[in-house]
């Protein structure tokens, strides 16, 4: 994501502040615009929004007002927003407040302690649109931070709900192997380098609004090999390589457990791709799940959508042993992503004109 905060609007107390530090440390473009800026050097900070360039911001964030967060957005040419809001907020909103709520797609923030309240306050703006934060433990710039994980899901959320209420087919896809060279239990974010002809794929891709939603097993931190903020350091040079060739990753998605932990998360368990279908507004159906090992393939068919297997990475090999493996075979077969895009898109268009 590409997210502008109004500074000015953030409470010097509020969670938003070490949250927005450690969302940029996951790897998302955030430009603090003014006043009060932490001092954090993921964040690029510009005092005033005539630095901001023009697609500089998808994402509008700030607090108390959303007529004023509307505002910004409009300005920003930014396409969705964030608020953070306490009851005390939502208590003197009167109609303009609640006219700039409706102008944009907007998730609310809001403390732990003061839900029953705000549901209260709320009337009859619908409480999809309401996160609760995670108030235990203490704000953190952590990547892994889970005030950090709630501010990107809500984020997603709010840019996917701008492209309307329709679902969608979504453009699931492995990493490793995949979208970038296999090197097994990848933890150093200098080890990311992708593979031929993907950057082009996905920005084919993104030019036709399709959502592109990477679903990684990360069995490495559930056997110890590294640890999460290992695995999210990797995924935010991930974002980064991939925003200096003008694509923008929809959501990523990780399971971090071992084969055997009995979680419903690891491929070709469907828990995550559910997730996401949520957060996303997918259309499991028509969506593909498409990646370098069988079980890649296997999990888009779980979901009720087709399994793709592509011959990088392991693919060339997993191909060899598909007539044999429990894993069955793959709806469809290509040599990489460049292919499989290609063949997304027009299964696509067939099934618009059908
Ligand atoms: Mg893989």
Redesign the pocket.
Known sequence: MKVAVHGASVRPDSRLRAALCALARRGHAVTWVGANAPACDALRVVSSDRELRPGDADLVVGERSALALAWRAWRWHARAGLLAIRATDLAGWGFFERWGWDTLPLQALIEEHEGEHVRTLAGDLPLERFVLWHTEGNPSERPSSPDAELLEHAGERALARHAGPMRRPVFFV?????LIV?HGYLADPAGVELLPGVADALRLLQAERVPIVVV??QSGIGRGKFGVDDMLAVMARLRVVLRERGVELSGIYVCPHAPGAGCACRKPGTELLERAADDHQALLAHSWMV???LL?AATGRAMGGTGVLVRT???AKEEEGAAGSEWGRPDRVFDGLAQAAAAFLASRDALDTA
Do not use: A, F, L
Not at 174 to 178: A, E, I, S, Y
């Open positions: 492995d990493r490793d192997g995949t296999e990684s097993n990646g370098d090992k890649d990475g392991y693919g």
